[in-house]
């Protein structure tokens, strides 16, 4: 499958591309989140599976995969909320899950709960005194999320897209380096989406931090994300900037019959797409004298469209290509 | 920081207003309005009868000596399991142990309920002294000073015995809050303890190292042997060793919860 390759081909260079500055030296990454062999297990499920990930200082790195790919699992390994069965977990370089690293880091894992008897001013108090953060505005940062008017408000009021905005002040308010959020627009509707999803781009912005998002909305990670990681049953299955996964090829998805037919004409350049389609990875000029010799073989050809290439097509190619893989 | 976990600790607890009224509050309001309402009633039974001198510190010393029964334990229990297990409840764990360390975060609490323990046996306290006051005013019963030793050591004593005692009540309910994971499964493990020690610790008369092993017998013996020393035994009591018991539960109860707290995996809390 040639698409495929080509994707393969591409998390190859990129992480060849890793190794290279990852060796000691003057060019020398340095790592927001790195994760080595990394595995967790509860009970007979594999959580994390011998997980080798590095995620770069600076920018927003998405991080991508279905229910059960151990996204969570490894931000909650790096909050020190969950240990490890083996394998290492570094944030910046120190240890994941002890004080020092964690004083640069702030997190939002999964939807924020909040003691309910409190108010939103109540819990960022809490949580500024917590953190050691006596000098935060509290007020400043209520304003910046659109709270201001619900701030004397006790949380267990709140609905999710206002737990969702005072979890990112609680993130963000101790000015961190790095900032873990774990699906922050789930449960939430289209609007809300779209207002949390301007509130990051803008915190990010404007505090400068490392952002590792976890979403299952691609379309939020294609357009907040620079470099994006693909997870599966544990496993890392591809890395790469977004538009080095999401820009392969666009493909030209043919409809027709017989299909194996189809298929010995297109020979490498061509894969089954379903029972009754091929993808055939050509160039958009070679279009036409394809159509010409498939006709002229008596193809009856049904449809012939060209699939752009995306983040979500290119998702989705990878975890297909991943089933196979286990199932062998 | 353990200074800015307790800060924000106590933070949380003044604003938890149900746990505050139950859990310290509610004991000493019970107890002066017992101390009142018991007086009312013994007037309106004793109509005529002479006044009765009033010892306000020895009402003090009694009420901080029964500050420690179950009944009490079960309103410090309230108190303990709410602040020290109600994070796996609220699901908030999550939210806090990224900011401090977890043995920071479990040592706050302690000492967040080890305060409110006390302010709630002082209020305790308190109210039988408002009580003996109660009664000295409505009666016309003169005051009378303490007649056992030094009122402050008496006083200090049994406050301490008793606060020692609650607080193996929190330890446990610290421990069994971390491994259930549950208020609810801390709470009735700690009123049963509270319970079945108090009744166990009544059936034995010598101190023996099995009887000194229950908290309530350690306590009530270092409590006897403070205010009535005579009435122990020709034979030195074994009061340190008493002492040690109460100590040891306190701290291996806590060890335990800190130890198991620190190992313990996240997930849903």
């Not at chain 2, 309103?75 to 297990?85: E, G, K, M, P, Y």
Request: glycine share 10%; net charge neutral; with cysteine.
């Amino acid at each position: 499958m040639a698409d495929l390759r080509s994707i393969a081909h591409s998390r190859d260079k990129f992480i060849r591309e890793s190794s290279d500055v990852a060796e000691p030296g003057p060019r020398r990454m340095s790592y927001a989140l790195e994760a080595e062999g990394l595995t967790k297990t509860y009970g007979a499920v594999r959580a994390l599976d011998d997980l080798t990930l590095r995620i770069p200082a600076g920018g927003v790195f998405g991080v991508l995969g279905p229910n059960g790919a151990g996204k969570s699992t490894l931000f909650r390994i790096a909050m020190g909320l969950v240990r490890p069965s083996s394998g290492v977990a570094r944030l910046s370089g120190s240890p994941a899950g002890h004080a020092s690293s964690l004083r640069r880091v702030g997190a939002m894992i999964e939807t924020p709960r909040y003691p309910p008897y409190l108010t939103a001013r109540d819990a960022l108090k809490m949580l500024a005194l917590q953190s050691g953060a006596h000098d935060v505005d509290i007020d400043g940062w209520l304003d910046r999320v659109g709270l201001t008017g619900a701030a004397d408000r006790k949380t267990s009021t709140y609905s999710v897209g206002m737990k969702q905005r005072l979890g990112l002040a609680a993130v963000f308010f101790t000015r961190p380096t790095l900032a873990i959020l774990d699906e922050p627009t789930s449960g939430m509707d289209p609007a809300g989406i779209q207002e949390i999803r301007e509130l990051i781009r803008r915190l990010a912005a404007e505090e400068g931090a490392t952002i590792i998002l976890a979403s299952h909305q691609l379309d939020e990670v294609r357009r907040v994300c620079d470099r994006v990681a693909i997870l599966a049953k544990g496993k890392l299955v591809a890395e790469g900037p977004v538009e080095t996964l999401a820009g392969r090829k666009p493909a030209l998805r043919i409809v027709a019959s017989p299909l194996p037919q189809v298929l010995q004409i297109l020979g490498e350049q061509g894969a089954a797409d379903g029972p009754d389609a091929a993808l055939a990875q050509i160039e958009r000029h070679e279009a036409p004298a394809l159509i010409r010799a498939l006709v002229g073989a008596g193809v009856d050809i049904h449809e012939a469209r060209w699939r752009e290439a995306d983040l979500e097509s290119a998702y989705l190619d990878i975890l297909q290509a991943k089933e196979p893989a286990d199932a062998r | 920081m353990l200074a800015d976990a307790i800060s924000a600790e106590r933070f949380r607890l003044l604003k938890d207003r149900g746990t505050l009224f139950w859990g310290v509050l509610f004991a000493p309001i019970a107890g002066l309005v017992l101390n009142i309402g018991g007086e009312l009633f013994a007037r309106s039974l004793m109509k005529g009868a002479p006044p009765i001198p009033v010892d306000i510190v020895g009402r003090m010393v009694k009420a901080l000596a029964g500050g420690a029964s179950p009944v009490v334990g079960l309103f410090v229990l309230i108190l303990s399991t709410a602040v020290l297990a109600g994070d796996y409840r609220w699901e908030t764990w999550r939210l806090l142990t990224p900011r401090n360390g977890r043995v920071n975060l479990l040592l706050a609490k302690l000492a967040t309920v080890a305060a409110a323990v006390a302010i709630s046996l002082v209020l305790y306290t308190l109210a039988a002294a408002v009580g003996g006051l109660f009664s000295a005013a409505t009666s016309g019963g003169p005051l009378v000073g303490y007649p056992g030793g030094s009122p402050l050591v008496d006083l200090a004593g049994t406050f301490a015995i008793s606060w020692l005692q609650l607080m193996v009540l929190v330890a446990l309910s610290a421990l069994v809050g971390v491994v259930t994971r549950s208020t609810m499964g801390a709470l009735i493990v700690g009123l049963a303890f509270a319970a079945v020690q108090s009744i166990v610790a009544s059936q034995m008369h010598e101190p023996s190292l099995k009887a000194l092993a229950i908290p309530a017998f350690s306590g009530d013996l270092l409590k006897t042997v403070l205010l009535m020393p005579r009435s122990v035994t020709d034979e030195p009591a074994p009061w340190a060793l008493a002492l040690g018991f109460l100590l040891a539960w306190l701290a291996g109860l806590s060890a335990a919860a800190l130890a198991l707290f620190q190992r313990q995996d996240l997930t849903r809390e």
